[in-house]
Structures are given as structure tokens and as C-alpha cells.
């Protein structure tokens, strides 16, 4: 494939791919693990109940730049049949996001012509196959699946404060009933262009630029803070339940924390 | 005072803080102005202009009479702010002291200096003005803020609230209207000024009846923000302050219940200390279990200072008389009556006389010419005054409402609002206790049936709220006259800028005789207390003066902020969304200095900037350029849409093939330049410039969407990451980290291979900006520090070293390759920056600024961009002029640098168009300098490109 370059998948096992945001949760306390070729932020300290009592009590925010992200591009009704043939018959519906059957990917509609794909790292191979085997299919329609995982870090806000934290940065309106579980919508965020996804009830993620995720870190660490919340690790996450289907976080692979 | 149900402060605790360096002892619950009122103190402020003791006067926030300095933050307000342990309180404007100001020589002065005084005093002579600017800008002003501050101390916050409604006022009438429209199912924020909801419920008896409507409304689930001023109304946005945080709610309807403000009155002596609203003795009784005095006169325009004296009498405190200006006794003089207390009926205050505090009131007739001879001189300690209540409309007008003058009520009221705006309470005319809750309940109703709330029974409840608010009884109200006129002496129409009734009629004689241009010329409303006190009595003034209705006067316009909030809340919390590259964090172990290069945060050098630049010609040099724009172009017809959008050739371009092209806009001119890469058929690799990556994402994303093309578009600027392998031993170092053949056979000048470099999946292109053997590097961001430590580790025994930003402008200007927008401008042609062979002129197909291309190429530029040297050392300015064969500018010099490898100073310049010739002599106007340099037309470093081919 011509666009490999964009695709963070190295050959060599000495190769790690990390987050924008890694030396910042680094320094945060965070303790690394390598999972399906990323270093992620796995925990914070040795006590996990503090973090899963922000995300219970208070807020949490979480690294989730690993995520597999994919842009693709098509005219609508190629768009709506190459999602069916991947991920069954999902609605696409402008501001709300669909979430594949097995629960491991997030369809979200940008426009009838743009597509955001979100899924666990583990996942995200095979769904970008699939895709890819499906544009293949569609023919002479031009399809275009451009691996954006590097393009845009990604934050989950976790908590009963969760909606609290966006506003100290974001002026996206994410009460319930406006932005119900699994409304996508585009807008500025921390005076950046960005995506928020109702992921759950008290579960919201953030999309920036990948050049702005330390940037996105600092805000939501220091608006958190005021809030009595603080950095969760993707294990923390996982266990609270409610994310994407692969949040197991995959098997470790060993220590990646040098 | 004894203990009072209702009251604020909590007894059984202390709290002190120090006045002017004095030890002042307090309650919790008790405000810095009622504790130094407790303790003594009368004159709380010197004035703005006068210099004339201040004293308490509304106890509520909104005049300027209280203004002190806490913990050296200025302009804050005594009466409403809480007292702290350890807090530090000052008096502003006054020297040496609160007691003795030297500068209330200037009330001496006062016939001497009206407004407008310094305009036409200080005009002459002109030379003096920077003398008279010294002293005018020392003598003016409230308060003093540090010099200089290293660092910001206090942390404010943005907090953005969307609601269903917002209610503005937490009084009565507002918790009336949030409870209405939460209880049926609507969100509801509350924000109230006060530090506890009730408004005058809380000093007027009802504070029981206050702690339950609000204990309904947190039931009913309204947010309540306390102590949370509404700043202004800008399109539906209301920005609420609350401590250290802006809230910036938007609702979809806004209920404003703010209530009115009782007005002053204008006599001489009107701003003595002890001259007082009465709501602010009573805030200071009832809240606070402070008296007030010990010997009240007061004068009142309705029901609200007859209130008031039977309250003081309640408390003890003496009342010798009440002026009431109405005419007739209301039903409620009655038990004041019935005490013996003196009530006139059409009487007023025409003076009060004191010199530190308030000694006597001088009352009389209201109606003119009855005064001469009844004047009655009361004792006392203590005048309050009640003129009435003025709407606290501001808001409501800034939200699109419209007011209009009820000459029954004597003040102008709401006559229209937009249909996502309801008004209730005093705000309303709705004052009455009674009155102000059942326009509560139905202003929420109201607000909840507009958003599709409610249902029959809510829609009755509304319908049998409105014919109750018909029935009413409002009870009667006296207009007072505009100024009794009386004996001499100051008579304020504005507290906060000191303007005098004379003052009004003086600016109505100069010719400012509209109510606008009063306010410019003597500064009446502009002050601290917005026109809370002085809108009224100066529209009152200037309809006496001009004969006009007051209807024809007007008012102001009422701006924003309504209520005083210090601009660091305004300011919030810093964002500064900087861009780093993957390989920041080791950019900063490296010891890069990092400086601002469009929104990134970029390397500049890593301490030795020559020694970088060296290190690229001799061995190799390392620079991160993960900040170029980069662009996917694919689709079947991506040659043809890159061909219309570029003025030379890309169709033609083959996979695994690189071409510069310079981007151009309809007339012609450089807007971006970069690379064009063939990845395969289908797809094009574009690179733009690290400050144009934005504007051509836009410009590509514009063109397609006009075109309609069979194309797709994705920015992958931030995806991707690059770095640049450059020098002669560029070629070894990449070769241990691929497998790729790297042999310049295999892989030549502007060749594009994939390849995996450690590991890592790679696009390397062979160009070279730097004028070296290099190899540009792309590759997902993800992999920015492995990959980069990689080539260095590989390159350690080469002497490989990351280079910078600056020794990156050094190479590249060796090779006279330009930067856009540094060595361009927006009349640069192609042609002018020498790069005529970037225009295909004979291209069959039409592109973006063909017709201006090909008349720029009939009719050659004035200038041209050339290089230049200079030999004795000197490094030209950056837009230092060039001068022409006569000595007139004719150019400038865009870059210019010395160079270590070359031994010499080099640049380039923008030149008449005779001197773009090898050797041709020019001259350098540099600050004041000429200096002599020649022009270079061809790159100083490897002009043949031989190297960068190698
Ligand atoms: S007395 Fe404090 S603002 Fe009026």
C-alpha cells in the first residue's frame, strides 16, 4: 500500500510507537506498558483505587492517542455500503456516531462524505483490512482510507465531572440531553479544532491535533485538578467499563517504561 | 445592636483584618464595610474629583462610595465584600490619609475647575503638556496597581453553561420564575449578585420566607451561582462572574429579575457621610446588626422610606421627621402617625450640612417658590433618602429590550423585549411583595411554555397569575423634582465622576445638550456605578434645563460590564495552543532553544548554530521538519486538479518521482511553495511551507469543492512526521538503518522510495533544501523519537548533529533558495524571485492565475529577487532599503546572514531590475549606513547542484 508511511505499524519490536502526551503522563506518575505496539500509560501508582475513585467520585482523563483512527472518504451511498459490508447495517447519521455490533469500533460521520473510524489498536488492523477489502469491491468509485492515527491524540474525560471539565475548556453543549451517548460533534476545543464523542452516561472523548496533544494534556490536567480529578490509566478505564469493546487494553508485552 | 432573626453575621465567631494598618474585629458572615461601620469609621472613600469624604451609601455593590483597596487589589467594594482573617484593607485615593487629604484642595477649587477644565486650561502652552500630563495623570485615578508583576498569581477560570433558562436575580420575584420553570422540567440556572438569595426579602423581614423559596429551588434542581454578577447580555451569551471563574451561559430564554435601584436625590450636601439610601441602613440593621445612627431624618418618594423609619423605630433609633414628597399620607404613614413622628407631606431634603458627617438636614415645601420661609432645619446624624426606584434595566436592553419613560412612575420602564426574554419583579414594575411573586411564578411559567414545557393545568396556573397581576394595587409613588434649588453648595448628580447639577447645566450652556454628549463632556454614568445612581437625576437635570420631557432626553446607552469585574477574570485561564512535533520533548534534552515558528514550537539551534551548519557540509546534520504542511492528493483525476492548481506540470509526473512547484494565486503572485510527490497512480504527496500548511489545506479544499473533481483530500500534517538526513555522509548513515539501495543509481536527485528506516514504514524523498546530499524522511508521527534517535545513534561515529531552524536559514540561503513570505511578498511573481522555469506558460491546461502569469511574462517586474555579497563583514538589516543608480529606494534586502563555510556575508535582495545582473554593484541603505555589495545571481554554494545530485 502506497500510504504505509502514514500507518504506525513498525516491523522491528524495538520500535515503540507513543503518544503526543506520553512524557506528560510520564511525568504525572504514570507506569508504561507495551501494548499492540504502542506505549501506553497502563496505571498511576500503586493504588489503583485512586483512580478508579476519580472515575467514580470525581473525574478521571486517560490517553487514548493509541486509538486507530481512519478517515475515509467516499461519495455517500459508496460510504453507507462499504460500512455495511464491514460493520453490518449501521445507520450513519450526521452528529451521531454508530458503534459496530461487537461493540470494538465507532463509525462517526464527519459528512455524507467523511468518515471517522475509532477502534482499540488491537482491532484497528483488521478493521482497516476489511475496509480496505471493501473499498477494493466498491471498484471504480474512488475510495480513499487514510490512516489518521497519528493525526489526532485522543483524551477520555471519566466521571460524574466529566461534562464539568469540558466546559472549563469547550463551549460544546454535552448535557445529556442534547448530546446524548454516542452524539459525535465537531467544534473548537481548548480554542482548537477538534471532535467530542459521548463514548457513555459520564464518559466523553476528546479528538486534537496530534501536534496539540500535549497541549490538550496541560489544559485538561490543570482544569482537572481545580476539580479534584486527575490522570487514569487505560486499566483504570477498562475496568470501569463502557468503552470500546477491546479496552482490555490487549496482553502485555513487557515493560516499556525506559 | 441586639441579635435579630435573619441576620448574617454568626456571633459566636471572630474575624479580624486591619484597616489603614488598625486592627478591626468582625463576624463571620459580616462584610469589611459593616465591620469598619461597627467599629466607627464614616468616611470610607475620598472622591474621585473633590476629594470629598465618602461615606456608606447603598450597602449593595452599586455606587462608588466604598471603593477600598484588599490585600493591595484595588476597587473593591467594602459593603459587599466578606470579611477574611488576616485580610489587609486600604483606602485608595487620598494622601497622606483617609482623614487629611491634601488633595481636597481641589473642593476648594471646585468653581474654578468644571468639567471640561483641563481640555481648555492645559493647551497652552503646548510644551508644558507633557508637565500637565505628569501631574493630570498622578492626580487621576482610583487606586494603584503594582508596576510590574513577574508572573500571574491568580488562576481564573472560563466555565461555558448551556441552560434551558437563565434567570438573572435572585430575589422574590427570580426564585419565583426558577422554581415555575424547573418544576417543569426545565434546566435552570439562577445567578444572583448576592451572597444569599431573597434580595430584599433578606433585610426587610422575609428571610424565612427567602431560605425556603431557595430550598425549593435547589429542590427543583436549578443551579444556583451566588455572589455571581450577570456582566452583560451579547446575543444570547450572559457572562456571569463568580469569584475566580466567568461562567458563559447561554439559554435559550433568559428570565431577568433584577430588580430596580432605589435612586438619591440631588441637594447640596447630598454626598456627606451619613447621607444614605434607606435600603442601605436597612441592609446594615438587618443583616448585620449595625445602627445605622442614632437620629434619622428621612425623606422618601414612596412606601419604601416609610417602611424604612418604622423599622429604625423598631430598632430604637430616634426619627425626627419624614419628608415624604408624595402630596397625600399613603395608608402606611398611618402607624407612623400614630407614634407622633412628624411625616411632611410634600415635603423634601433641599440640604444637608455637616463638615466631616452629617449634622442636620434641612428640609422643605417641594413645590417651588413655597420653600422660602418654611425651611425647617432638623438634627441629626443620619439622612436617608429614597427617590424612588429606577429599573435595573441594562441587561435587558443589551438583550434587545427597549425602555420607554412612565411619567406616572417617574422613571422609564420596560416597554418591549425579544420574544426569548421575559422580565418580572421590580424590574417589571411588579414591586409589591405580593405582586413581585405571582410575576415570578408567571415569568417561569412563561419561559418554560416558550421552550414546549408545561402542559393545560400549567397553562391555567399562567392565565390565573395574569388576571391576579391585573388586580393589583401598586400603591402610589411621588416623582421628585429634578434639584430643589436651595442654598449653596455642592449638589451631586454623580457620585462616582463628581458631577455637580451645575456642572449639567454648564455642559447644556457649552452646547452638549443631548444626553449622550452630556456624558462624554462631563463624564456623568461613566463611572463605577454604570448609572445605577446618576442616569436618572442627569436625565431629570437636563429635561429642567432644556424644557425637554424626559421622554426626548433619553438615556444612555447602557454597556457592558454591568457590574465591575476585574479584567483577569475577563482574561481567564491562559491557552496558548502550541504545536510540538513528536520529537519535542528531545529537542528540549538536546538543549534546543525552542522558539515560536507560526503556531509550532520549533528548535531554533542547539547552542552552536555555525557549528550545525558546518557539520551538514562536512559530515551530516539531523533538522526536524515535521512542521511542513502535508497533503494527500488522490483520486483519478489528482494529476489534472494539482495541474490547474499549480503553474507548472504534475500529471506528468511519475510514481516514485518528486517535483518543486511554486503555488500561485489568481493574479499571479507566490502564496506557498513546496514539493509534489507521485506516491503512486493514484496519489500525490504534497508538502506546503510550515506557516502555509492551514491556508493551502483551505485553498486545495476550496478549488475541489468548486471543481466537483474526482478527488479526495486529507491533511496528514500532523500525522506525519519528517526529518531531513542531510551532508555528505548522509548516504552511509541511512544505509545501516534500510535495506533499501540507497546507491545514487537506485535512488537519485528527486526520487521517492518506500522503505522501512529502523523499522519504522518511511517515505524518503531526495531534495535538499540545504543545498547537501539529503534525504527528507516521512513517517508516522507515533515513531518521532525512536526514529530520530536511530539516525543519530547511526550517525555517532559520522559526527552526525541535530541542526536548528537558524542553520537551516543559513544553508538554504547559501543556495539562494527562498523562504515564502520572507523572501516574497504579495506582489511576487515567479518570475520576479527568478524562477521563471516554475511557470509552464505553454501548459494546455488552464490553472489558477494563468492570465496574470502570462502578462507578468510580457511585461517584466520593476525588481528582481537576486543574492548579494558583502565584504567587509557587515550582516545588512532584514528590510534594509535598496537603493537605485540615483540614490532612491528601489528595494530591500530580504535576507541576509554571514556564512562560516563561505567566509562572507550573504543575502538577498530585491533589486531594480537593470542591477539583476551578475556583479552589478549595489548599494545598501542600512540605519543610516551605506554599504556597497554585488549582486550573485547564482546559488554561492554548489552552484552547479552538483553536490545535492551526488
Ligand atoms: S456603599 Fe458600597 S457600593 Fe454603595
Known amino acids: 500500500m502506497s500510504l504505509d508511511f502514514t500507518v504506525p505499524v513498525a516491523s522491528s519490536e524495538e520500535r515503540t510507537a507513543r503518544s503526543p502526551m506520553e512524557r506528560l503522563a510520564r511525568a504525572a506518575g504514570a507506569s508504561f506498558e507495551r501494548r499492540d505496539g504502542w506505549n501506553v500509560a497502563a496505571g498511576y501508582g500503586g493504588d489503583a483505587s485512586v483512580e478508579a475513585a476519580r472515575i467514580t467520585d470525581t473525574v478521571g482523563f486517560c490517553d487514548r492517542s493509541a486509538l486507530t483512527k481512519l478517515d475515509i472518504q467516499a461519495r455517500a451511498e459508496v460510504l453507507a455500503d462499504l460500512v455495511a459490508r464491514v460493520a453490518g447495517g449501521l445507520e450513519l447519521e450526521p452528529g451521531r456516531a454508530s458503534r459496530s455490533p461487537d461493540g470494538s469500533t465507532w463509525w462517526c460521520p464527519i459528512t455524507p462524505t467523511r468518515l471517522l473510524v475509532l477502534s482499540e489498536p488491537r482491532s484497528g488492523w483488521d478493521v482497516h483490512t476489511a475496509l480496505d477489502g471493501a473499498a477494493s469491491a466498491a471498484g471504480e468509485q474512488l475510495v480513499t482510507i487514510a490512516d489518521v492515527s497519528c493525526g489526532l491524540a485522543a483524551l477520555t474525560l471519566a466521571g460524574p465531572g466529566a461534562g464539568e471539565l469540558l466546559s472549563r475548556f ?65 486499566d483504570a478505564l477498562a475496568a470501569a467499563g463502557g468503552g470500546l469493546s477491546a479496552t482490555a487494553a490487549g496482553v502485555a508485552e513487557g515493560s516499556a517504561d525506559a | ?137 498622578h492626580a487621576a485615578g482610583l487606586g494603584r496597581l503594582p508596576r510590574e508583576q513577574a508572573e500571574r498569581t491568580w488562576r481564573t477560570e472560563y466555565r461555558r453553561r448551556h441552560a434551558d433558562v437563565l434567570v438573572v436575580g435572585g430575589g422574590d420575584a ?311 434649588p436651595h442654598a449653596a453648595g455642592k449638589a451631586f448628580a454623580c457620585l462616582c465622576e463628581d458631577v455637580t447639577a451645575k456642572d449639567i447645566h454648564r455642559g447644556i450652556r457649552e452646547g452638549y445638550d443631548s444626553i449622550e454628549l452630556c456624558k462624554r463632556f462631563t463624564t456623568v454614568t461613566m463611572g463605577p456605578c454604570q448609572g445605577r445612581m446618576c442616569q436618572l437625576p442627569s436625565v431629570r437635570l437636563m429635561a429642567q434645563d432644556t424644557g425637554q420631557s424626559l421622554e426626548q432626553v433619553g438615556t444612555t446607552t447602557a454597556r457592558p460590564p454591568w457590574s465591575t469585574v476585574p479584567i483577569g477574570a475577563l482574561a481567564g485561564r491562559p491557552f496558548e495552543p502550541a504545536k510540538r512535533s513528536s520529537i519535542h520533548g528531545r529537542h528540549r534534552e538536546l538543549g534546543a532553544t525552542v522558539r515560536w515558528a507560526g503556531d509550532w514550537r520549533r528548535p531554533y539551534d542547539y547552542g552552536d548554530p555555525e557549528g550545525e551548519a558546518l557539520a551538514v557540509h562536512r559530515s551530516a546534520g539531523l533538522i526536524d521538519v515535521s512542521t511542513l504542511g502535508k497533503l494527500l492528493v488522490r483520486g483519478p483525476e489528482a494529476g489534472e486538479f494539482l495541474d490547474r492548481l499549480y503553474p507548472n506540470r504534475h500529471s506528468n509526473l511519475k510514481p516514485g518521482r518528486v517535483r518543486y512547484g511554486v503555488l500561485t494565486s489568481d493574479a499571479g503572485r507566490i502564496m506557498d511553495d513546496g514539493t509534489v510527490t507521485r506516491v503512486d497512480e493514484m496519489s500525490f504527496y504534497v508538502t506546503t511551507t510550515s506557516s502555509g500548511a492551514g491556508a493551502v489545506e483551505q485553498w486545495f ?103 536548528g531552524l537558524e542553520p537551516q536559514r543559513v544553508l538554504r540561503l547559501q543556495k539562494q533558495h527562498i523562504i515564502v513570505g520572507q523572501d516574497t511578498d504579495s506582489e511576487s511573481t515567479p518570475f520576479g524571485a527568478a524562477m521563471p522555469w516554475a511557470v509552464k506558460l505553454d501548459k494546455e491546461q488552464a490553472f489558477i492565475g494563468k492570465w496574470a502569469l502570462a502578462h507578468a511574462a510580457e511585461h517584466p517586474a520593476t525588481t528582481a529577487l537576486v543574492g548579494f555579497t558583502l565584504d567587509n563583514g557587515h550582516v545588512p538589516t532584514e528590510g534594509a532599503v535598496v537603493l537605485d543608480t540615483l540614490g532612491h529606494a528601489a528595494g530591500q534586502v530580504t535576507s541576509a546572514r554571514s556564512s562560516r563555510q563561505l567566509e562572507r556575508v550573504i543575502g538577498m535582495a530585491w533589486v531594480p531590475a537593470e542591477l539583476a545582473q551578475a556583479g552589478a554593484p549595489i548599494t545598501i541603505l542600512d540605519e543610516g549606513s551605506r554599504r556597497s555589495a554585488s549582486v550573485v545571481t547564482e546559488p554561492f554554494h554548489d552552484p552547479s547542484g552538483k553536490l545535492l545530485r551526488s
Open chain 1, 170 to 234: 469547550c463551549a460544546i453543549d454535552v448535557r445529556p440531553g442534547v448530546t446524548p451517548v454516542a452524539a459525535f460533534r465537531p467544534g473548537s476545543v481548548a480554542r482548537t479544532p477538534g471532535y467530542v464523542l459521548r463514548e457513555g452516561a459520564d464518559r466523553l472523548l476528546i479528538l486534537v491535533g496530534w501536534a496539540l496533544g500535549a497541549y490538550l494534556w496541560e489544559v485538561v490536567a490543570d482544569a482537572a485538578g481545580h476539580l479534584g480529578g486527575g490522570p487514569v490509566g487505560t
Open chain 2, 1 to 137: 445592636m441586639p441579635p435579630k432573626p435573619g441576620e448574617r453575621i454568626d456571633r459566636s465567631t471572630s474575624v479580624e483584618f486591619s484597616f489603614d494598618g488598625k486592627k478591626i474585629t468582625a463576624h463571620e458572615g459580616d462584610t469589611v464595610g459593616s465591620a469598619l461601620y461597627a467599629a466607627g469609621q464614616r468616611t470610607f472613600s475620598r472622591s474621585f474629583k473633590y476629594h470629598r469624604r465618602r461615606g456608606l451609601m447603598c450597602c449593595a455593590g452599586q455606587c462608588p462610595n466604598c471603593l477600598v483597596a484588599v490585600d493591595g487589589a484595588p476597587g473593591i467594594r467594602a459593603c459587599t465584600e466578606p470579611v477574611r482573617e488576616g485580610a489587609r484593607v486600604e483606602h485608595m485615593n487620598a494622601r497622606p490619609s483617609l482623614g487629611v487629604d491634601a488633595m481636597a484642595i481641589t473642593d476648594a477649587a471646585g468653581p474654578f475647575t468644571p468639567p471640561g477644565f483641563y481640555y481648555k486650561t492645559f493647551i497652552r502652552p503646548r510644551r508644558l503638556w507633557p508637565a500637565y500630563e505628569w501631574v493630570l495623570r
Open chain 2, 174 to 484: 427570580g426564585l419565583n420564575a426558577a422554581i415555575a420553570a424547573a418544576e417543569l422540567g426545565a434546566d435552570v440556572v439562577l445567578a444572583d449578585e448576592g451572597a444569599e438569595l431573597g434580595g430584599r426579602l433578606l433585610w426587610e423581614g422575609g428571610h424565612d420566607h427567602a431560605r425556603k423559596l431557595a430550598d425549593r429551588a435547589r429542590a427543583a434542581g436549578v443551579e444556583i451561582l451566588t455572589s455571581a454578577p450577570a456582566l452583560a447580555h451579547f446575543d444570547g451569551l450572559v457572562p456571569v462572574w463568580q469569584g475566580d471563574t466567568l461562567h458563559q451561559i447561554r439559554a435559550r430564554h433568559h428570565v431577568y429579575a433584577t430588580g430596580a435601584i432605589e435612586q438619591p436625590l440631588v441637594f447640596p450636601g447630598n454626598d456627606l457621610p451619613g447621607v444614605m439610601l434607606s435600603g442601605g441602613a436597612r441592609r446594615l440593621l438587618g443583616r448585620y446588626g449595625v445602627r445605622p445612627g442614632n437620629r434619622a431624618v428621612i425623606v422618601t418618594a414612596s412606601d419604601r422610606g416609610i417602611r424604612t423609619a418604622i423599622a429604625l423605630r423598631e430598632a430604637g433609633i430616634e426619627v425626627p421627621a419624614v419628608a415624604d414628597l408624595r402630596a397625600e399620607p399613603s395608608r402606611a404613614c398611618s402607624r407612623l402617625l400614630s407614634q407622633g413622628v412628624a411625616v411632611l407631606n410634600g415635603w423634601t431634603v433641599v440640604a444637608a450640612r455637616g463638615r466631616r458627617e452629617v449634622r442636620a438636614a434641612v428640609l422643605a415645601p417641594v413645590a417651588a417658590g413655597e420653600s422660602h420661609g418654611q425651611d425647617r432645619e432638623v438634627e441629626c446624624d443620619l439622612v436617608l433618602v429614597s427617590g424612588g426606584d429606577s429599573p435595573a434595566s441594562a441587561l435587558i436592553t443589551q438583550a434587545g429590550g427597549r425602555t420607554e419613560y412612565d411619567s406616572a412612575r417617574g422613571y422609564f420602564r420596560i416597554a418591549e423585549v425579544p420574544p426569548n426574554v421575559t422580565v418580572t419583579g421590580q424590574v417589571a414594575g411588579e414591586g409589591s411583595f405580593q405582586t413581585a411573586q405571582i410575576s415570578g411564578e408567571h415569568a417561569g411559567l412563561q419561559a418554560a411554555h416558550a421552550l414546549g414545557l408545561g402542559d393545560n393545568r400549567s397553562r391555567g396556573r399562567a392565565q390565573e397569575l395574569r388576571s391576579r397581576l391585573a388586580a393589583a394595587d401598586r400603591g402610589a409613588e411621588a416623582v421628585p423634582p429634578a434639584e430643589v
Open chain 2, 701 to 803: 479544499s476550496w478549488w475541489l469543492a468548486d471543481w466537483g473533481m474526482d478527488v479526495h483530500l486529507a491533511d496528514v500534517t500532523q500525522a506525519v512526521s519528517a526529518v531531513n538526513l542531510a551532508g555528505p555522509r548522509s548516504r552511509e548513515i541511512l544505509t545501516r538503518l534500510t535495506d533499501l539501495d540507497c546507491s545514487p543509481e537506485a535512488f537519485s536527485y528527486l526520487d521517492a522510495r518506500h522503505a522501512r528506516v529502523a523499522g519504522v514504514p518511511c517515505l524518503l524523498l531526495r531534495i535538499g533544501f540545504v543545498g547537501e546530499l539529503g534525504y527528507e524522511i516521512h513517517f508516522p508521527a507515533a515513531y518521532g523519537e525512536d526514529l530520530w534517535d536511530a539516525i543519530l545513534e547511526a550517525g555517532a561515529g559520522e559526527d552526525i548533529r541535530p541542526f
